[in-house]
């Protein structure tokens, strides 16, 4: 009778391990990985709360290119420069397309900028880009709105009279406001209570997405969607902020004038009106309340995110933030506002941020890419609609391209004689045709608000300089920022 029962186990098992192999033989010629089990895929390879950190021991078996399964979803794994860099530019076309996350799919479900595909795609990234730059990004009329938030900020620094604080408001606030008016058309004062709500919504919802609870989530979602759970916080949230834009859009429709649009919304309910006999249109109420929430979304945590590692940074590091004022006080004085033109004449400067930029390593997975055609890569096949995580920290940390990428140093973006040296690893906005729409804007924030608040303030810790732990409060989604205090001494 027991070996009864052991014959009829083994053969169980015998044709699970077939089931699986037939399944994975029908994704076309998968690049290899490590075998998957039914339903849970490789559950028993990637732990939940370090899914990147799982993802890059992984790479060290099989190579730069693999396959692992979330859930019974294959997807395809890229680490390092070489591999990221051949996917996303030499291969852009056919690696473009998105995946969305499971955490954003009951909000987004393919609309909007971010996570649309195919003509919806093409024509609200390029209609987006266009209104971006209509109202200033890249240009004088955006820098000056950007130095004009930065000294709100620093009144806001000097209410604080040198005593400890938390940053993350104050930061977020005046970030906000850079990219508010842009899609709103006005900034709003530090005190209004709706948007310091929807500033605790931000910064929240990015935490949130990087739970543990969050990363098993996006596995294993075929199971976990049945069941209550931390989840169903993020899809609130966003759909408090969706309702936000929708009232906003509300407003603006009442007064708009077709001749001259106030800010994005204006211009997307003018592109709907140019086109509501277009069946093939993509300009419609969802695609607009979505598109603007992934501009605003996105357009303040990720630079508030960054201001907030690279304070922590140059607390930890004096040396650094002693050598940033040197050069700040010997190019631009004490008595002007930093302007975009002083970065290329501050090198150490602008090495720091993009130092700043490349360690605090915000997004380590990137976004879910798809491929949009079945695709011959490195000698494998990977069919249509695969999805790919081009891993952007095996990048920013790979020792081909960086010298100590463990080690926080701006010399990784100097040359001998102390110049700017680009670096084509230096890849925080992703790379290829799905690279972040604000980086001009984001890049122009971080050089403005990192000079104009070191200009008249130093930056004090609470503790040693030694004592500063700069580990990630949760990293998934987002390496999340680890909550601190500092002082901030007027020079």
């Known amino acids: 009778m027991e070996l009864a029962s052991a014959l009829t186990v083994l053969l169980a098992i015998c044709l699970v391990l077939i089931t699986v192999k037939r399944k994975m033989s029908s994704h076309g010629r998968l690049p290899p990985g490590p075998t ?62 998105r995946k969305t996350m499971p955490t954003w799919d009951r909000n987004f479900q393919g609309y909007g900028v971010v996570f649309a595909n195919g003509e919806r795609w093409k024509q609200l990234r390029r209609f987006s880009l266009t209104v971006l730059r209509n109202f200033g990004m890249g240009k004088k009329t955006i820098e000056q709105r950007i130095q004009e938030e930065a000294q709100f900020l620093l009144e806001e620094f000097r209410k604080t009279n040198e005593k400890p604080f938390d940053n993350t408001y104050f930061l977020s606030r005046a ?71 929708a009232k906003r859009a509300g407003k603006n429709r009442e007064t708009l004038d077709l001749n001259s649009p106030r800010d994005f919304i204006d211009s997307f309910l003018i592109q709907m009106e140019k086109e509501k006999n277009n069946p093939d249109s993509e300009f419609n109420v969802k695609n607009l309340e979505l598109t603007t929430l992934t501009l605003f979304f996105a357009g303040t945590e990720t630079v508030t995110s960054t201001l907030r590692y690279g304070f922590l940074f140059l607390m930890k590091y004096p040396e650094v933030q002693a050598k940033m004022h040197e050069e700040i006080v010997r190019v631009i004085g004490q008595n002007r506002a930093p302007n975009i033109e002083d970065r290329n004449q501050m090198p150490y400067t602008d090495a720091v941020i993009h130092e700043v930029q490349r360690v605090s390593d915000l997004i380590p997975m990137n976004l879910p890419h798809m491929v949009t055609r079945d695709t011959e890569f490195r000698g494998y096949l990977i069919p249509k609609g695969t999805e790919v995580y081009p891993v952007l920290t095996t990048v920013l940390n790979d020792s081909t391209k960086f010298k100590n990428p463990r080690q926080f140093s701006p010399e990784h973006f100097l040359d001998a004689d102390g110049s700017f040296k680009k670096n084509d690893a230096f890849v925080p906005f992703s790379s290829g045709k799905r690279i972040c729409l604000g980086e001009a804007m984001a890049r122009m924030e971080l050089f403005l608000f990192f000079t104009t608040v070191l200009q008249s303030f130093r930056l004090k810790p609470l503790m040693p300089p030694e004592d500063i732990d700069t580990t990630p409060l949760e990293s998934g989604f987002a390496n999340i920022v680890p909550t601190y205090q500092m002082c901030m001494v007027p020079r």
């Open 175 to 245: 970030v906000s406001n850079v990219i508010c008016s842009i899609v709103f058309g006005n900034r709003f004062d530090y005190q209004d209570k709706e948007f310091q709500a929807l500033m605790e919504m931000i910064n929240n919802t990015f935490r949130e997405m990087s739970t543990a609870w969050a990363q098993l989530y996006d596995i294993y979602t075929n199971i976990l969607k049945y069941f209550p759970g931390p989840h169903n916080k993020i899809y609130d949230m966003l759909e408090n902020m969706r309702r936000f834009i």
């Open 36 to 97: 998957p089990l039914p339903v849970i895929g490789n559950f028993l390879q990637i732990k939940a709360a370090e899914t990147c950190k799982s993802l890059i021991k992984l790479s060290e078996k099989y190579g730069p290119v693999f396959t692992v399964y979330f859930g019974n979803r294959p997807v395809v794994i890229l680490c390092g420069h070489d591999a990221v860099k051949e996917a996303l530019v030499d291969k852009a076309e056919e690696f473009s397309g």
